[in-house]
Nanobody, 118 residues
Framework: VQLVESGGGMVRPGGSLRLSCAAS????????MTWIRQGPGKGPEWVSS????????VYADSVKGRFTISRDNAKNTLYLQMNSLLLEDTATYYC????????????WGQGTQVTVSS
């Protein structure tokens, strides 16, 4: 299993970023996927999950209405569109195999850094 995140960077409050997670080494189209983040000095925080077909998505209250998770099974890629970014969204963002109940036992990528700063 290999998961490679990209798309992080530095952005001002109110800005947008789109993260990508390129997956290989497993059957992506039959695997639920999850985004997790870890802010400075904090533990991991579940952000969002999507089922294997892409028809069901769930979000943490802290990002609901601002973030959108999606996937392209033809490209083996998971996405996280982040809009209206806040200072508190600053974190390393990880993609992982599994849904909201079992992602902790899944495979994780190396993470991509998102910094929201004025």
């Amino acid at each position: 299993v290999q998961l490679v995140e990209s798309g992080g960077g530095m952005v001002r409050p109110g800005g947008s970023l789109r993260l990508s997670c390129a997956a290989s080494g497993f059957s992506f189209s039959t695997t639920d996927m999850t985004w997790i983040r870890q802010g400075p000095g904090k533990g991991p925080e579940w952000v969002s999950s999507i089922n294997c077909g892409g028809g069901t998505t769930v979000y943490a209250d802290s990002v609901k209405g601002r973030f959108t998770i999606s996937r392209d099974n033809a490209k083996n890629t998971l996405y996280l569109q982040m809009n209206s970014l806040l200072l508190e969204d600053t974190a390393t963002y990880y993609c992982a195999t599994g849904g909201p109940r079992n992602y902790a036992e899944g495979s994780w990528g190396q993470g991509t850094q998102v910094t929201v700063s004025s």
